[in-house]
């Protein structure tokens, strides 16, 4: 039988799992003009991590709370007495995104149980970088896609370093590139050997009850954002990854950010797709390069553009190009899981 706690909190988890329920906008037309994420930042020109703040901020709305890790997304966007934030905000440690989001989903529960607050649904989002979310937070993020009691998600902006203590070489940062500990030199060219984590795949195939993976970029912003409200419609713990161009780190002039992010997954280099309800389905021009339809662009093509990679020789690009190639000629699903039959 059950006791009389047990009772009440059986009865107000289903009391509280409902979300905001939000359709996608079908197009820019229809996309609201309303900003939550606004003037008030001192991110760098061309920063592609600050406009997928304002995207996520639009497409969350109004009731929305947002945790921000330590990163430039904090620490840009808190200069004293300013921020652009015009929701709810709040600073969470460098590992903490998905500890924070559990622990606010569960204060707003317990906040409307005991009536200290009306009852309705508030989207949770918590943000990270990639040092903080596929490094250094991983556990954490792993942790939260099992509290299946709570609606919250976790945004992971990878600009492919750690860039506020000056772009040091993290998890995420594509093999090769130059950063302040992984510079080229004479003796050794090519510093950072590891190859990118796969941190989406990784954390949609191991989280069999996270109901909404996704990867996004910011050149494709409507389906940035709706890849935003769906994580927040369907509820439960979610993530989404997004590659973000960073003018600092890349080394490259701002006006191109947007170019660079249609370039990354033009080169299959950032695969697009969601992972829904256990549900592959790939996204934009990465379903048409499964598909045949769109022809991947040589990765020269990006990387030259960059100069992290002014140091690569004909031998690095083409280790980089066969790397891609394998990901979308060999995985077992192209450009999202590797393995190869034995
Ligand atoms: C536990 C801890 N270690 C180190 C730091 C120093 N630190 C502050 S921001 C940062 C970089 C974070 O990188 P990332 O999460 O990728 O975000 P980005 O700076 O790239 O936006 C580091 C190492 C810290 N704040 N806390
Ligand atoms: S260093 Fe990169 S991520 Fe940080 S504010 Fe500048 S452009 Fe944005
Ligand atoms: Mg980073």
């Not at 008030?40 to 497409?59: D, I, N, P, Y």
């Not at 330590?70 to 460098?94: D, E, F, I, R």
């Not at 000056?166 to 093999?175: A, C, F, N, R, T």
């Not at 033009?266 to 549900?279: F, S």
Request: one cysteine or more.
């Amino acid at each position: 039988m059950l006791d009389e706690n047990t009772d009440r909190n059986q009865e107000s988890f289903e009391d509280y799992l409902s979300t905001q329920v939000l359709d996608p906008w079908k197009g820019p037309k229809k996309v609201p003009a309303e900003e939550y994420y606004t003037s008030g930042h001192r991110t760098c020109q061309g920063c592609e991590s600050a406009q997928l703040m304002k995207l996520m901020a639009k497409a969350g709305g109004p009731r929305s709370i947002i945790l921000g890790s330590t990163g430039c997304m904090y620490v840009a966007n808190t200069t004293y007495y300013s921020t652009p934030w015009a929701v709810p905000w709040m600073h969470t440690q460098l590992g903490s995104a998905g500890s924070s989001a559990v622990g606010t989903a569960a204060g707003l529960r317990a906040m409307m149980r005991k009536g200290k607050m009306a009852k309705e649904p508030i989207n949770v989002i918590a943000v990270c970088g990639d040092g903080g979310g596929a490094d250094m937070g991983l556990s954490a993020i792993s942790a939260a896609l099992q509290h299946t009691q709570y609606n919250l998600l976790i945004l992971m902006y990878d600009n492919e370093s750690y860039a506020n203590t000056d772009i040091q070489v993290s998890g995420s940062s594509p093999w090769g590139a130059n950063s302040t500990f992984s510079p080229p030199g004479s003796a050794r060219r090519i510093m950072n050997r590891r190859w990118k984590k796969n941190t989406a795949a990784m954390l949609a195939a191991g989280h069999p009850d996270c109901k909404y993976v996704a990867t996004v970029n910011t050149a494709y912003p409507v389906d940035t954002m709706n890849m935003v409200r769906k994580a927040l419609t369907i509820g439960g713990p979610t993530f989404i990854h997004s590659l973000d161009p960073c003018p600092k780190g890349w080394d490259y002039d701002p006006m191109y950010s947007h170019e660079l992010g249609e370039l990354a997954v033009e080169t299959g280099i950032w695969p697009l797709y969601e992972v829904e309800e256990g549900k592959l389905k790939m996204c934009g021009k990465s379903r048409r390069i499964v598909s045949g339809q769109f022809k991947r662009k040589p990765v020269r093509e990006y990387l030259t553009r960059q100069g992290r990679f002014a140091h690569f020789i004909d031998e690095d690009f083409d280790y980089f190009q066969a790397k891609i190639d394998d990901m979308w000629e060999k995985w077992l699903i192209p450009g999202v899981i590797p393995f190869a039959e034995a």
